[in-house]
């Protein structure tokens, strides 16, 4: 709690440490993070970006991969205490094994706010990353160095390991100010049409208990599927009501391919 209430009270210097270009005030955080991408894979890490667990849950800028290792790096303009206190938060909820914060290279500090931040990173274990470019308005080389290197943490959970796949590499940049992100709900459609393509047909009922989705039972993800499926916002997936049981007094709802001929869109 005092940590928490220190990174409260850093939050109230608005400055932070002064990036070393004054031009950097203009830079947008897609700008900072962009260099930072090929420096994380050159050293053999897989790089998902706006990486989104749950639907009401935190996002994070990056997230990298190496064999059973997670790294989360959150990318800011400034070194400030809103980015520390967003890697504090991270660490505490134990979801990676490494946290690091990622700023443009600091040349020094305004007040006291700088050095005591630095403290901060380094007491909870926090790494700090600067990139460095000549000319932040052109194509030039960036040289990216990890200042302080993050501590790895202990007693990780399993639920930011499951939620990473390929789609999060490319479809949304890296601290993107649109909040555009691949959602769980769109891992979750994503499923439903593959597995459909395979099994035609299928009751919703059943389908959710042979896929992976973002839901918290099988029923509920039935009830919401069947939902967005109904009114087309499921893509490459459709469905229709069908006769089932003795006299066909009972329907059910079974779900198609969008392509299949025969199978009606509601």
């Given at each position: 709690?005092?940590?928490?209430?220190?990174?409260?009270?850093?939050?109230?210097?608005?400055?932070?440490?002064?990036?070393?270009?004054?031009?950097?005030?203009?830079?947008?955080?897609?700008?900072?993070?962009?260099?930072?991408?090929?420096?994380?894979?050159?050293?053999?890490?897989?790089?998902?970006?706006?990486?989104?667990?749950?639907?009401?849950?935190?996002?994070?800028?990056?997230?990298?991969?190496?064999?059973?290792?997670?790294?989360?790096?959150?990318?800011?303009?400034?070194?400030?205490?809103?980015?520390?206190?967003?890697?504090?938060?991270?660490?505490?909820?134990?979801?990676?094994?490494?946290?690091?914060?990622?700023?443009?290279?600091?040349?020094?500090?305004?007040?006291?706010?700088?050095?005591?931040?630095?403290?901060?990173?380094?007491?909870?274990?926090?790494?700090?990353?600067?990139?460095?470019?000549?000319?932040?308005?052109?194509?030039?080389?960036?040289?990216?160095?990890?200042?302080?290197?993050?501590?790895?943490?202990?007693?990780?959970?399993?639920?930011?390991?499951?939620?990473?796949?390929?789609?999060?590499?490319?479809?949304?940049?890296?601290?993107?100010?649109?909040?555009?992100?691949?959602?769980?709900?769109?891992?979750t459609c994503l499923n439903l049409a593959v597995l459909v393509r395979y099994f035609p047909g299928y009751r919703i009922n059943d389908a959710v208990r042979f896929m992976r989705h973002h839901y918290p039972t099988d029923m509920s993800a039935a009830q919401s599927l069947r939902k967005w499926v109904s009114i087309n916002r499921v893509r490459g997936v459709t469905g229709r009501w069908k006769d089932w049981g003795k006299r066909g007094k009972t329907k059910t709802f079974r779900i198609y391919p969008a392509d299949v001929e025969?199978?009606?869109?509601?």
């Amino acid at each position: 709690m005092l940590k928490e209430n220190a990174l409260l009270c850093l939050g109230s210097f608005r400055g932070g440490a002064i990036p070393k270009n004054s031009a950097v005030k203009q830079l947008a955080e897609t700008t900072v993070a962009e260099p930072l991408i090929p420096w994380l894979e050159a050293s053999g890490w897989e790089v998902f970006q706006e990486v989104k667990t749950r639907d009401n849950g935190p996002r994070y800028d990056i997230v990298a991969k190496k064999k059973k290792l997670l790294w989360i790096i959150e990318v800011k303009t400034r070194f400030s205490a809103d980015v520390v206190s967003q890697a504090w938060h991270a660490t505490r909820a134990h979801i990676a094994d490494l946290h690091s914060v990622a700023v443009p290279q600091l040349a020094n500090y305004r007040s006291h706010v700088g050095p005591l931040l630095n403290h901060v990173c380094r007491t909870e274990g926090i790494g700090v990353i600067e990139i460095f470019c000549p000319d932040w308005s052109s194509e030039s080389e960036c040289k990216v160095k990890e200042r302080l290197q993050a501590r790895q943490s202990n007693g990780r959970g399993r639920e930011l390991f499951d939620s990473l796949n390929d789609s999060q590499k490319a479809f949304a940049a890296a601290g993107n100010s649109t909040g555009k992100h691949w959602s769980p709900f769109q891992q979750t459609c994503l499923n439903l049409a593959v597995l459909v393509r395979y099994f035609p047909g299928y009751r919703i009922n059943d389908a959710v208990r042979f896929m992976r989705h973002h839901y918290p039972t099988d029923m509920s993800a039935a009830q919401s599927l069947r939902k967005w499926v109904s009114i087309n916002r499921v893509r490459g997936v459709t469905g229709r009501w069908k006769d089932w049981g003795k006299r066909g007094k009972t329907k059910t709802f079974r779900i198609y391919p969008a392509d299949v001929e025969g199978s009606e869109r509601l």
